[in-house]
């Protein structure tokens, strides 16, 4: 490590440590090195996939079995992965402190189980239910097209989608495609972490999906400070106060003590 990476470091550690209030916003860098694949990227989903094909409404009307068998083929695959050490660090800065908020764009649930496996070696209570903050909701749920009525996800490989026992529309991933707004509830709880904290902790998001892209920036208005981590440079490297090039699951663990 180079001293300039150290010095990097032990800013942002910092600047973290002396934080009243901290948001993190996560993104699909966090999760790949759990052996999940990214979205943009060298080897991202939508190098061989097109979003409009898989990840729209318009998408589930036109072909629902096509969309439901995609979704399935990702359970399946997330099924495998287990939270990395960036997750973990992360777990434990928001049981240890008061003042955390992890929001993340992810859907693969695992923030919520290194958080489970971190407060059962730390003895503490199990996180939330609604920890974290999923902005662009999760994929181990599905809800009801047609009156969102929200279960855990389908299990099985039956083709199509299954319907809903309520009302028999179609039952869909519970989670926001292009074209849908966010949950105005968990977007807003997001949006107010980022203008409070005296920190926004940004983590393996390529910062191009708004609204969560825009928190940073609502940090950084406001007169706060952003750590960025990532293996690249986004939109929010040059605006970060400190940036830090390199795999969050290497590099979070040394950022945020625990
Ligand atoms: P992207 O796939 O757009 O970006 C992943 C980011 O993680 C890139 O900036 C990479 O450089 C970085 N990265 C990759 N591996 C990393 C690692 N090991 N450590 C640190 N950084 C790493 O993913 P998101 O920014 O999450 O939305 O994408 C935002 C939204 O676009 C997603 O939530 C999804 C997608 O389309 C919806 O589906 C609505």
Do not use: K
């Not at 990214?38 to 989903?45: K, Q």
């Amino acid at each position: 490590m180079t001293t300039d990476v150290q010095e990097r470091i032990a800013h942002a550690t910092a600047i973290l440590g002396e934080a009243r209030r901290v948001v993190v916003l996560t993104g699909a860098g966090v999760s790949a090195e759990s052996g999940v694949p990214t979205f943009r990227g060298e080897r991202g989903l939508w190098r061989s996939y097109r979003p409009e094909e898989l990840a729209t409404p318009e998408a589930f009307r036109r072909d629902p079995a096509l969309v439901w068998e995609w979704y399935q083929w990702r359970r399946g695959l997330i099924a495998e992965c287990a939270p990395n050490p960036g997750h973990h660090a992360l777990a434990r800065l928001a049981l240890q402190r008061d003042g955390v908020i992890l929001v993340t764009q992810n859907v693969d649930g695992l923030h919520h189980r290194a958080a489970r496996e971190e407060a059962g070696r730390l003895g503490t209570a199990d996180p939330e239910p609604a920890f974290p903050l999923e902005v662009h909701g999760a994929i181990h749920r599905d809800r009801c097209s047609g009156c969102s009525r929200v279960t855990d996800a389908t299990p099985g490989e039956e083709p199509g989608p299954p319907r809903c026992v309520s009302c028999a529309s179609p039952l869909r991933p519970d989670v926001v495609w292009f074209g849908e707004s966010l949950d105005p509830t968990v977007i807003g709880a997001a949006q107010q972490a980022a203008l409070d904290a005296d920190v926004c902790l940004v983590a393996g998001t390529s910062a191009l999906v708004y609204p969560a892209a825009g928190l940073p920036e609502l940090t950084l208005r406001a007169g706060g400070a952003v750590v960025e981590v990532n293996v690249g440079s986004t939109p929010v490297t040059d605006a970060a106060t400190v940036s830090l090039h390199g795999p969050s699951g290497e590099i979070l663990p040394l950022i945020v003590g625990g």
